[in-house]
């Protein structure tokens, strides 16, 4: 037996993300994740500053301490691979950079606060694995049930005062809601007739 490299997307975005946490840990006055793994809020970015437009898409793999790693890579890494086989890596991969960047610019348009973290990928992971027997024509009742629990969760979180960015898991779903409708993976095979289940 042997290890598989099977997700390499998600095992990619992973590791960068636990090395530039590990970095961080160990040389805290380095500022890296501040400096290039967070994406400023309203009034911070700077169209002119090369950082500002870079962030926009790093901000996912800056995490504020291994709590918040832990608790956004376990979804990803139950739910990644999946998503990966389901509809490739690369497809996987511009969704998750979008996603990076839609909620990055909507956070700088919007809020005053700094955001990191992959919780939108998450999010997006998440609405999207409600779609992965999707047929044309239908709406999974898996997707209304997961975009009530998780989203509607979110929606009334976003009243409380926290350091979380409800706003970016919503969009982060919306986003996944989006490819899950428009972008459905690959039509299960079919058996030849007299093949077994």
Known sequence: MRIKY????????TFISAAVLLFNMIFPRAFLTQTWFMVPGR???HADNLRSWITLFTHVV???DLNHFLSNFALILLLGPILEETY????????MVITAVVTGALNV?????????????????????????FT?????LTFILVMLLYLGREFFNSFKSDNI????????G???SLFGFFRPGKAPSKLPLGGKE
């Open 6 to 13: 099977n997700a390499p997307t998600v095992l990619t975005f």
């Open 43 to 45: 009034g911070g970015f």
């Open 62 to 64: 800056g995490h504020a």
């Open 88 to 95: 490739g890596s690369l497809s996987l991969l511009l969704m």
């Open 109 to 133: 348009f919007f809020f005053p606060t700094y955001l990191l973290g992959a919780s939108g990928v998450v999010f997006m992971m998440i609405l999207l694995a409600s779609f992965t027997n």
């Open 136 to 140: 044309k024509g239908e709406i999974p």
């Open 165 to 172: 960015s409800e706003f970016a898991h919503i969009v982060g």
């Open 174 to 176: 919306f986003c996944g």
